[in-house]
């Protein structure tokens, strides 16, 4: 199971921090990610992290603005976001890759409820 956090309304150039508690085994193979969603769009990959090493991975729209971390004792990911655009508007979920998955959001077994980001200017 998994529960997003953090969400809220800020404005443009603001920062956000998301949290993602998880609950059960996690295993070092797993990859917990994070994906999007904005109103009339398909679910999009914002960022990745193996769960065991640490490797991250984003998506060229967040890159260099977002960060990913975990914290393996509390089963935490977290989705640091600053220097929020418009377009980051949207609602956010995080997800457990069973598989390995790093990217593919169809890759992804278990999904958090979600939780929204809205950036005003």
């Known amino acids: 199971q998994l529960q997003a956090s953090g969400g809220g309304s800020v404005q443009a150039g603001d920062s956000l921090s998301l949290s993602c508690a998880a609950s059960?085994?996690?295993?070092?193979?797993?990859?917990m990610g994070w994906f999007r969603q904005a109103p009339g769009k398909e679910r999009e990959f914002v960022s990745s992290i193996r769960w065991g090493v640490g490797n991250t991975y984003y998506a060229d729209s967040v890159k260099g603005r977002f960060t990913i971390s975990r914290d393996r004792a509390k089963k935490m990911v977290y989705l640091q976001m600053d220097s929020l655009k418009l377009e980051d508007t949207a609602v956010y979920y995080c997800?457990?890759?069973?598989?390995?998955?790093?990217?593919?959001?169809?890759?992804?077994?278990?999904w958090g409820q979600g939780t929204q980001v809205t950036v005003s200017s």
């Open positions: 997800a457990i890759s069973r598989t390995g998955a790093l990217r593919v959001a169809a890759d992804f077994n278990y």
């Open positions: 059960g085994n996690i295993y070092s193979s797993h990859v």
